[in-house]
């Protein structure tokens, strides 16, 4: 079982960065990030497979964001470049056993990304 708590979270200028991370029992589980932001159903954002050699990315965040995993610290990271007054949402992790099928068996509470224009 992971319980996962992400972190990281805030207010930033659009064109800045932002790095949130997900922390928990997630060494052994391929991770994925989603979004939601108010009025608009979640989104898949990018996910990891266990071992960080496998990763895939929304076309909309392509090129601008990056996941990284240390399970040394049983942590998987997101970094933000280049945000975007649309990036604004409430992210949230989310762990499975499978890496691109499946349901997420575990997830997160959420961190909220605001960016401003």
């Known amino acids: 079982q992971a319980q996962l708590v992400e972190s990281g979270g805030g207010l930033v200028q659009a064109g800045g960065s932002l790095r949130i991370s997900c922390a928990g029992s997630?060494?052994?589980?391929?991770v994925g990030w989603f979004r939601q932001a108010p009025g608009k159903e979640r989104e898949f954002v990018a996910a990891?497979?266990?071992?960080?050699?496998?990763?895939v990315y929304a076309n909309s965040v392509k090129g601008r964001f990056t996941i990284s995993r240390d399970n040394t610290k049983n942590t998987v990271y997101l970094q933000m470049n280049s945000l975007k007054p649309e990036d604004t949402a409430i992210y949230r992790c989310?762990?499975?056993?499978?890496?691109?099928?499946?349901?997420?068996?575990?997830w997160g509470q959420g961190t909220q990304v605001t960016v401003s224009s």
């Open positions: 997630v060494r052994t589980f391929n």
């Open positions: 989310a762990a499975r056993s499978t890496f691109l099928t499946g349901p997420y068996s575990y």
């Open positions: 990891i497979n266990w071992s960080g050699g496998g990763t």
